[in-house]
């Protein structure tokens, strides 16, 4: 039976789609930046102006209100915002209008349209902020009691307006894309995954009366830790992606974009199995009921050869994740393999201890020093198997 063709280790996977489905998903974010609370002042001030110069009525003030809730850090969270308001609201005013209309405000009217506009509301994939935006659309028409169809229409026109206005202050410029941060946030993953290894040789050296059955080596909650790292890299780059959208200023960037995802991917599939190498040396060693044939001092050794392999393989602290000497990584991969498989022979020979735990071990280290060794490798080649488990 045939295969099915299998996709590259090209990092894609993890890219955020962009799609209509997840523009409308976009929430309100912080506004740091002195450059952002003047662009945000600005275009609040000029929806102002516009709205109250076009409406007839007080309905203008939807128009600077809406500015003030849809311009983001990007276009795109701009865009999403912009177009869940302007959706929510239109829906909100229509079906209240026609509700009022027909049965008029009592307290009775309004718990049922209060009940239709948050199942409705419910039911529409928008982020919380534009679900919540029907029901205070309905609320606002029967805050104003009587409403014409004219004055509804005015009300979503000055939505649009504010809309129109936000998406326009955030190309005046477009903000400037900052890979920087998700270059930190993949450069502090690396140096935990490989001060982890560190970790685990130090108190395996200094580990010297054994634990209780229901007591963990320390190391073992930095290795929890290491998922919190991948969370925050994984949200920096879909920050980069979203900030280079619709954004003429990150058409320099996107070439990039691929490149940085394959280096989280890579990054990630190494911290799985470094977890997983925790998991083992926590279980096995130091433990009274259990002797692995491989020794603590040389698996201390192993680790911290793994550790320098890391450094030149990923990069050193502070410098960009990436090989810094392929021909040392090379020296030093090889030399590191040739041992690994030297003592797994050799404790298979002595079958002294726990082998198979310990050959095991000896197997997960290996493959970890592979990845490293591979890790600038163009996807597609020859040796391009490594997988996230």
């Known amino acids: 039976m045939a295969r099915a063709e299998q996709a590259p280790d090209d990092g894609r996977e993890i890219l955020p789609d962009l799609r209509l489905s997840e523009v409308l ?63 929510s609201s239109a829906i909100g005013v229509f079906l209240a209008t026609l509700w ?16 239709v506009a948050l199942v409705l509301a419910s039911r529409l994939p928008l982020s919380l902020g534009g679900q919540f935006q029907i029901p205070t659309s309905v609320l606002f028409v ?16 000055d939505v649009i ?38 970790a685990m ?4 050296r200094e580990q010297h009366d054994p634990l209780g059955p229901d007591v963990v080596h320390h190391f073992v909650q930095d ?11 994984r949200q920096s780059l879909v920050a980069l992606a979203e900030s280079i959208a619709f954004n003429p200023r990150g058409r320099g960037y996107q070439p990039l ?74 020296e030093r991969a090889h030399a590191l393999d040739t041992r690994l498989r030297d003592l797994a022979d050799q404790i298979v020979h002595a079958s002294a201890g726990e082998v198979l735990e310990s050959v095991s071990l000896l197997g997960r280290l290996e493959y970890v020093a592979d990845q490293m060794e591979g890790f600038d490798r163009q996807p597609g080649e020859s040796d391009d198997r490594f997988e996230d488990d």
């Open 25 to 87: 998903q976009q929430r309100p974010e912080p506004f740091r930046s002195p450059w952002q609370v003047a662009r945000l002042a600005i275009a609040v001030t000029v929806s102002w102006a516009i709205g109250y110069w076009i409406s007839p009525s007080s309905f203008g003030i939807f128009a600077p209100l809406t500015t003030l809730m849809v311009v983001a850090t990007s276009p795109w969270s701009t865009w999403g915002l912009s177009i869940q308001r302007i959706v």
């Open 100 to 115: 009022v209309t027909w049965v008029g405000v009592t307290w009775w009217s309004v718990l049922i349209a209060m009940v």
């Open 142 to 157: 029967f805050a104003l009691g009587a409403v014409t169809w004219e004055q509804a229409a005015w009300r979503v026109i």
């Open 161 to 198: 307006i504010g809309g129109a206005v936000g998406i326009l202050a955030i190309y005046l410029p477009p903000p400037k894309p900052k890979p920087e941060k998700f270059e930190a946030s993949l450069q502090s993953y690396r140096d935990h995954i490989l001060e982890l290894l560190e």
């Open 201 to 204: 040789a130090a108190e395996i």
């Open 223 to 233: 290795s929890r830790s290491l998922r919190g790292d991948a969370d925050i890299a």
């Open 257 to 330: 974009l691929a490149e940085d995802a394959l280096r989280l991917r890579r990054v990630a599939s190494i911290g799985v199995h470094v977890r997983g190498i925790a998991g083992v040396v926590n279980k096995d060693y130091d433990r009274q009921w259990i002797s692995p044939a491989l020794g603590e001092d040389t698996l201390a050794d192993l680790l911290e050869e793994l550790a320098a392999l890391g450094r030149v393989a990923l990069g050193s602290p502070g410098m960009p994740v990436g090989t810094e000497s392929p021909d040392q990584v090379s």
